[in-house]
């Protein structure tokens, strides 16, 4: 399994143009936002026959699909995993009480039509593919990059 660090110098190639860049802050995020609202809006009846509790914050599809990429974040690092994890939770939780003042999941899907949008506006600016052409596990690096990038970390 590739580093972190090899994840980002591989992903920062077709991230060059600072234009580029500031879309991947607003769109980035947006994006893992609007799956997760979109993942919450899928029927829970028999996941919760499987987990017979009442929480809806934790026992839907946006919680269970998480794991695999929680774990894939563990394995790059564990302080990639915390802000991950972090941050998934905020969207979770976000994405719920969203859900209680407007339809969830066409709010998600709008959101998420916009931001990529702009993400391919972005490219287009750049010049270059998107990373995810080349590999899909990039959908799960872009996220942290973009935290990296911000907290002012070497990404």
């Known amino acids: ?14 991230h060059q143009n600072e234009t580029n860049t500031k879309i ?10 609007s799956i997760i609202g979109i993942l919450m809006s899928i029927p829970t009846g028999f996941l919760t026959k499987l987990i017979p509790l009442n929480m809806p914050l934790f026992v839907n599809w946006a919680f269970i699909l998480a794991i695999p990429a929680m774990i894939f974040y563990a394995r790059l690092s564990f302080s990639i ?15 719920y009480y969203l859900g209680q003042s407007v339809p ?4 998600s899907i709008g959101i998420f039509v916009v931001a990529w949008a702009g993400q391919f506006y972005g ?6 593919k998107p990373s995810f052409f080349k590999d899909l596990q990039f959908l799960l690096i872009g996220p942290i990059w973009v935290f990296e990038k911000m907290l002012g970390k070497k990404a």
């Open 1 to 14: 399994m590739k580093t972190a660090e090899q994840w980002f110098a591989e992903y920062a190639e077709s």
């Open 24 to 33: 991947h802050f607003i769109c980035v995020p947006a994006i893992y936002f």
């Open 81 to 95: 995993f915390l802000e991950m994890f972090a941050f998934t939770m905020i969207c979770i939780v976000l994405a």
């Open 104 to 107: 969830l999941l066409y709010t």
């Open 123 to 128: 490219h287009k600016i750049e010049g270059k």
